[in-house]
């Protein structure tokens, strides 16, 4: 019944864009419980972006680079990445809460559910 699926990774070089999707479960979530996460080899999960009435958050790595975006009607969050960089590279998570909240969650451990992740590799 809960279900996460991410797409849209791949492989572009520095400077390029991807938009990654994430198709939600409609009966469990809304877009606003919605996040996007990013691990690299070695790292720790470290937030993304995440979307409240409507109105983006970005960690700073990615502010002013990406945006985040909703579409109801397909029950679909996407990331639009633009200007990537070879630091970008990482397995890439869309997350759900467990609870709707009014505060914006911007740690892994504020969100239950996970996606398979999606790559993306920027090459210099």
């Known amino acids: 019944q809960v279900q996460l699926v991410e797409s849209g990774g791949g492989l572009v070089q520095a400077g390029g864009s991807l938009r990654l999707s994430c198709v939600y479960s409609?009966?469990?979530?809304?877009?606003?419980?919605i996040a996007w996460f990013r691990q690299a080899p070695g790292k720790a999960r470290e937030f993304v972006a995440t979307?409240?009435?409507?109105?983006?958050y970005y960690g700073d790595s990615v502010k002013d680079r990406f945006t985040i975006s909703s579409d109801n009607s397909k029950n679909t969050v996407y990331l639009q990445m633009n200007n990537l960089k070879p630091d970008d590279t990482a397995v890439y998570y869309c997350a759900a809460k467990r609870i709707s909240t009014i505060v914006v969650k911007t740690h892994d451990y504020d969100y239950y559910y996970w996606g398979q992740g999606t790559q993306v590799t920027v090459s210099s």
């Open positions: 979307i409240k009435w409507s109105r983006g």
């Open positions: 409609v009966r469990t979530f809304t877009s606003d419980d």
